[in-house]
Structure formats: C-alpha cells, structure tokens
C-alpha cells in the first residue's frame, strides 16, 4: 500500500492554511516537502497534524526560531498535542512563558498610563 502524499494545494485546502504560508513555513524550516521530478512540492502524510501543531505553537506566542527546535517533540493530534522529552525543551517554553509575563506587564503599564492621559484629556480644557 502507497502511503498517502500531498501537494500544496491539497495540504492548504486540508489544513485552511494558505499556500504562501505553508511556504513561509517551508523557507523557516517548520516544514520539509519532497520535490517531484516536475518541482511541485510533496508533503507526507502527517504534514496536516504537523501544519496544526505549528499553528498551536504560533498562537501560544512561541517564535518561529523555536518552533524548529520543538516541533519534532509534538505528536498527535494537534487538538489533543503530545510532547516527547526533547533537550532543552522546558527550558525553552519556560523562557517564552516568562518573557510573555514580562510583556503582558509591560502592556498593563502602557494600559495604565494611556488610562491616565485619557482620564486628564477627558476633564482637561476644551
């Protein structure tokens, strides 16, 4: 039996990811298609549940830059996504974890102070 190959257009249409991403993805090294004699890109069968995890791991506000390094650790479904020990890996996330902290602390300071400006504009003179 023939495992089960993709062209871009079919992973786009499986996946609702446009195919300038799955390029983009491609040019970052989050994916690696085949190429056919005729240039066409050949994505593998598990290229869907990858194409998922890397949205998950993009909407958890991790770089591109690390998503390389970890997603071969993610498996499964990527509704229901399994992480396999890789090295470094909970270093890694608990650095982006903490960056994220400091960001959304950053934004609340911002929030505050926009708060204030509003509030003075608001009573100031007209």
Known sequence: MRSEH???GELS?????SRRLLRYYEQQGLLEPKRQTNGYRE???RAPAV???IRNLLAAGLPTTM???LIDCVHGDPE???LSGCPGMVDGLAAEQARVAEEIERLRQS???LG???AAAAHGPR
């Open 111 to 113: 929030q505050q102070a």
């Open 116 to 118: 204030v400006l509003l």
């Open 43 to 45: 994505y593998c069968e």
């Open 51 to 53: 194409v998922g995890h």
């Open 80 to 82: 229901r996504p399994v």
């Open 13 to 17: 249409t499986r996946t609702g990811v």
């Open 67 to 69: 998503i390389v390094r």
């Open 6 to 8: 993709l062209l871009i």
